[in-house]
């Protein structure tokens, strides 16, 4: 079987490429296997502090293979339903779980078109590069689907309840700048800089507080559920554990001395 997502660990940051460039980067089943094994194996990496995810070519994902949605149709009904949802239930699922729930920081660099479970891939990233060629769509509901990959999860945490129905319901596509202007996106670069832009943050991280990071992480993804003083004491416990790292030791050593800190991880 060829190689439909690579794998690169190279000082600390680990590099997921999707690569059916012909194909837009579509996720065929086959490579749904190979996408879940290969985020199991970074964010279990203790070598890996920050995850990158791209495409090959001039896309990043135009959501799901529509070809092997169509080998299915022959079957009955209740069969289809049963294999689709086994699908998701095992390839699709756990990868984004381990990406939202890991402490590694995931950057996601977009180009060209962002649709269907590639979008939800790229809502359920922390940080988000585009280049200024990007389009996006939750496209599901043009083929008679609901989303999955957590969109409809990550989506109205960023843009709110209506808009994100308007978005899902319409399926329409949106261009990069109006992505930033919803919060979709981080920031927009040009296309040609796009590489060089996800390395310089990849590697700002790199050389951030790891333990700070996964703390950040886990707050931030139960503050959408949380009451306020659920929230607060989780805050206390979170600042006190960082408070006990090696890491919060050199922060506070470098600011007092006017010098950039030199993290180390915990």
């Not at 930033?180 to 991280?205: C, Y």
Request: aromatic share 6%.
């Amino acid at each position: 079987m060829s190689e439909l997502v690579l794998t690169e660990v190279r000082e600390g940051i680990a590099t997921l490429t999707l690569n059916r460039p012909q194909q837009l980067n579509a996720l065929s089943v086959a490579m749904m296997e190979q996408w879940c094994a290969a985020v199991l194996r970074v964010v279990a990496d203790a070598a890996v502090q920050v995850i990158v995810i791209r495409g090959a070519g001039e896309h990043f994902m135009a959501g799901g293979d529509i070809r092997d949605f169509q080998a299915r149709l022959g079957l009955e009904p209740l069969a289809r339903l049963r294999a689709f949802q086994a699908m998701i239930d095992q390839k699709v699922n756990p990868a984004v779980l381990a990406l939202r729930e890991t402490h590694q920081p995931v950057v996601c660099a977009v180009q060209g078109a962002c649709a269907g479970l590639g979008m939800s891939l790229m809502l359920g990233a922390d940080l988000v590069l585009a280049a200024e060629n990007a389009y996006f769509s939750t496209a599901y509901a043009s083929i008679g689907l609901s989303p999955d990959g957590g969109g409809t999860w990550f989506l109205p945490r960023i843009v709110g309840t209506r808009k994100a129905a308007e978005l899902m319901l319409l399926a329409e596509r949106i261009s990069a700048t109006q992505a930033l202007e919803l919060g979709l996106v981080n920031r927009l670069v040009p296309p040609d800089r796009l590489e060089e832009e996800t390395a310089r943050l990849a590697s700002r991280l790199q050389a951030g507080p790891r333990h700070a990071y996964g703390e950040i992480k886990r707050l931030l993804n139960r503050a959408g559920t949380a009451d306020l003083a659920g929230q607060l004491q989780a805050e206390a416990e979170s600042f006190a554990r960082c408070s006990a790292t090696n890491d919060f030791a050199e922060g506070v050593e470098a600011f007092l001395a006017k010098r950039k800190p030199a993290f180390r991880g915990a």
